[in-house]
């Protein structure tokens, strides 16, 4: 009979916001990447990665998402080749829930979307034996509302000089940095050889020879 582990998933929040999720610890990690966004709500489709973790919340191994290793690896050295197997193996397909969190006392740390750093606390509550007429990954309990996944937009937003009119609309036009060629974009260029703003008509070329 499977061992399953009951894990307390806390979103890093001003609220309190956490989901008790029970899980077979034979279950490769990506069970628990889905069981994860399914319980707080949010939809997958982005990075992500649980790193093993301390008493201190360190980050230490790392098990990714997909696989980031550099293919121009395999052209290069023995050593680096054997570097490079390494970061596969630390797929979430290539492990299990009992290589992140292998007993009680054990910690981790799950970070989704590496643009917005949603980052969640992963404690072991309790272990114990599956029961064989319940399916997992077993949301059990909830507490709290989690915020929108994109409501740190605004923040990503932050110190960036956007001058935008009332319909959030850049109201200044493109600049290059170059005068000369800002000059023609806003259609002021005063040394039109060709007659400033008029156009040429088919007389206007024998000017030009």
């Known amino acids: ?16 916001v956490f989901r008790d999720i029970e899980i077979a610890l034979e279950s490769p990690l990506m069970h628990l ?41 395999d052209m290069e050295g023995d050593d680096d080749n054997a570097a490079d197997s390494s970061r596969k193996d630390r797929e979430m397909t290539q ?8 007993e009680l006392g054990a910690r981790a740390i799950y970070v989704y979307d590496f643009l917005r750093m949603w980052c969640f606390y992963v ?17 059990c309990h909830e507490f709290g509302t989690p915020p929108a996944f994109d409501s740190k937009d605004a923040d990503l937003l932050m110190g960036m000089d956007l001058d935008l009119d009332e319909d959030g609309e850049d109201d200044e036009p493109y600049r290059t940095g170059d005068p000369e060629l800002d000059a023609y974009l806003d259609g002021d260029d005063d040394d039109d050889d060709y007659g400033g703003d008029g156009h040429l008509s088919i007389d206007d070329l024998d000017d030009l020879y």
């Open 95 to 102: 492990h299990t829930v009992g290589d992140l969190i292998p």
């Open 33 to 73: 990447h889905f069981a994860v966004l399914d319980a707080f709500g949010w939809e997958a489709g982005e990075l992500a990665s649980f790193f093993q973790s301390d008493d201190s919340w360190s980050r230490g191994r790392e098990f990714s998402l997909l696989d980031m290793s550099d293919p121009m690896m």
């Open 1 to 16: 009979m499977s061992q399953i582990m009951r894990l307390r998933v806390i979103l890093d929040t001003e609220e309190d």
């Open 123 to 139: 404690e072991p509550l309790q272990d114990g034996q599956a029961d064989p007429s319940v399916t997992y990954p077993l949301l």
